[in-house]
T-cell receptor, first 114, second 112 residues
Framework: GAVVSQHPSWVICKSGTSVKIECRSL??????MFWYRQFPKQSLMLMAT?????????EQGVEKDKFLINHASLTLSTLTVTSAHPEDSSFYIC??????????FGAGSRLTVL | QKEVEQNSGPLSVPEGAIASLNCTYS??????FFWYRQYSGKSPELIMS????GDKEDGRFTAQLNKASQYVSLLIRDSQPSDSATYLC????????????FGTGTKLQVIP
């Protein structure tokens, strides 16, 4: 089946630094990928839709200058959390559409900002 | 606001019993419905998809959809301790699959 690889699985960084998370579709091309954020005991919240070769579409309330998304190829999307702060600590998950409205998720990246 | 509502639980069932998980949604235009299982600290994985009214069975899992009542459920037969996880109901809104809305999830505990 379709596989979405996400890296790193966990990262710890100091406040004020930037962190990049990669999301790759391993055996298919994904023109669209989605980035979600999940805080403890809460549901997944869509942050943005990443479109290959064009600008990402951000959901209301998500700062596009803080969460930089790049989708340079059909198999790779990256999320960069710039100037991270402790409140950005969360579980970030990417996904890609792999069927009729079906989403396949990456393994997720747990970010801890000290 | 398009919403997906689930009881947060925990729902505790003995091993071998049937677990019943429920979900209601607000967008009448929704056409696609999914159940994802999420183990603690892990990413969600797809369990079932259902698109039309009625029941859909896959092994021990049965998804039920009633669009008139805006209700979707998941039944797990012969529950196993390994089924203990949070189950997320996901609804694709009428805006297409980039508009997937997730419920907050129901935590299921299967007691050996």
């Amino acid at each position: 089946g379709a596989v979405v690889s996400q890296h790193p699985s966990w990262v710890i960084c100091k406040s004020g630094t930037s962190v990049k998370i990669e999301c790759r579709s391993l055996d298919f091309q994904a023109t669209t990928m989605f980035w979600y954020r999940q805080f403890p005991k809460q549901s997944l919240m869509l942050m943005a839709t990443s479109n290959e070769g064009s600008k990402a579409t951000y959901e209301q309330g998500v700062e596009k200058d803080k969460f930089l998304i790049n989708h340079a190829s059909l198999t790779l999307s990256t999320l960069t959390v710039t100037s991270a702060h402790p409140e950005d600590s969360s579980f970030y998950i990417c996904s890609a559409g792999t069927g009729t409205n079906v989403l396949t998720f990456g393994a997720g990246s747990r970010l801890t900002v000290l | 606001q398009k919403e997906v509502e689930q009881n947060s639980g925990p729902l505790s069932v003995p091993e071998g019993a049937i677990a019943s998980l429920n979900c209601t949604y607000s967008d009448r235009g929704s056409q696609s419905f999914f159940w994802y299982r999420q183990y603690s600290g892990k990413s969600p994985e797809l369990i079932m998809s259902i698109y039309s009214n009625g029941d859909k069975e896959d092994g021990r899992f049965t998804a039920q959809l009633n669009k008139a009542s805006q209700y979707v459920s998941l039944l797990i037969r012969d529950s196993q301790p390994s089924d203990s996880a949070t189950y997320l109901c996901a609804v694709v809104n009428s805006g297409g699959y980039q508009k997937v809305t997730f419920g907050t999830g129901t935590k299921l505990q299967v007691i050996p």
